[in-house]
Nanobody, 125 residues
Framework: QVQLVESGGGLVQAGGSLRLSCAASGLTFSMYAMGWFRQAPGKEREFVATINWSGRNIDYADSAKGRFTISRDNTKNTVYLQMNSLKPEDTAVYYC??????????????????WGQGTQVTVSS
């Protein structure tokens, strides 16, 4: 079965940076778009960024544009989220996810069928 394991979360001051990683197994990683989503307390899970199977097509939520960078290394079956200029409103549990279908991409969470356990990101003011 597909396993996604996130790491790299933590506590950081506003303006700081974190790099999240997500190691994937149980799927042909290079065939699947990967996404990052986040969920703050009392809020719905929301889209952050997605990257297609080749890494050539990338999409960001407006809140992430200019501050976050998604990337992938298909040789390591890993997707990354570099987060800079962090704000207190970025505080959330961050989840990586694999798209349900090979060679498809999107930003709707219902398109993603496999999820990691999440990693907590807390940004203090």
């Amino acid at each position: 079965q597909v396993q996604l394991v996130e790491s790299g979360g933590g506590l950081v001051q506003a303006g700081g940076s974190l790099r999240l990683s997500c190691a994937a197994s149980g799927l042909t990683f290079s065939m699947y778009a990967m996404g990052w989503f986040r969920q703050a307390p009392g809020k719905e899970r929301e889209f952050v960024a997605t990257i297609n199977w080749s890494g050539r097509n990338i999409d960001y939520a407006d809140s992430a544009k200019g501050r976050f960078t998604i990337s992938r290394d298909n040789t390591k079956n890993t997707v990354y989220l570099q987060m800079n200029s962090l704000k207190p409103e970025d505080t959330a549990v961050y989840y990586c996810a694999a798209h349900r279908n090979p060679y498809r991409s999107g930003r709707d969470r219902t398109e993603f069928g496999s999820w990691g356990q999440g990693t907590q990101v807390t940004v203090s003011s």
